[in-house]
């Protein structure tokens, strides 16, 4: 079945930097792309980062571009987020999709001093 378990999540001050990962199993990585949302508390869950299936492509929401960097390594089947320059609006939940459809457990990010 198809399992994703996010991690690497904590607490950062303003202006720091953390990367989460996403490791998948239960069906062939490199045939999907894949997905970063977040969902902070009180609101909905919000698209981050895209990445395709061998990475030749991302797209990004418009607040985190130039901050947040997606990538992937197929050998490992891991997806990463690197945050950088992060701010306290980017407190939430990070979760990682695949076929729209399957959802980690997330992993929480709180920013704040």
């Known amino acids: 079945q198809v399992q994703l378990v996010e991690s690497g999540g904590g607490l950062v001050q303003p202006g720091g930097s953390l990367r989460v990962s996403c490791a998948a199993s239960?069906?062939?990585?490199?045939?999907?792309?894949m997905s970063w949302y977040r969902q902070a508390p009180g609101k909905e869950r919000e698209f981050v980062a895209r990445i395709t299936n061998v990475g030749g492509s991302t797209n990004y929401r418009d607040s985190v571009k130039g901050r947040f960097t997606i990538s992937r390594d197929n050998a490992k089947n891991t997806v990463y987020l690197q945050m950088n320059s992060l701010e306290p609006e980017d407190t939430a939940v990070y979760y990682c999709?695949?076929?729209?459809?399957?959802w980690g457990q997330g992993t929480q990010v709180t920013v704040s001093s």
């Open positions: 239960g069906f062939t990585f490199s045939n999907y792309a």
């Open positions: 999709n695949v076929m729209r459809q399957y």
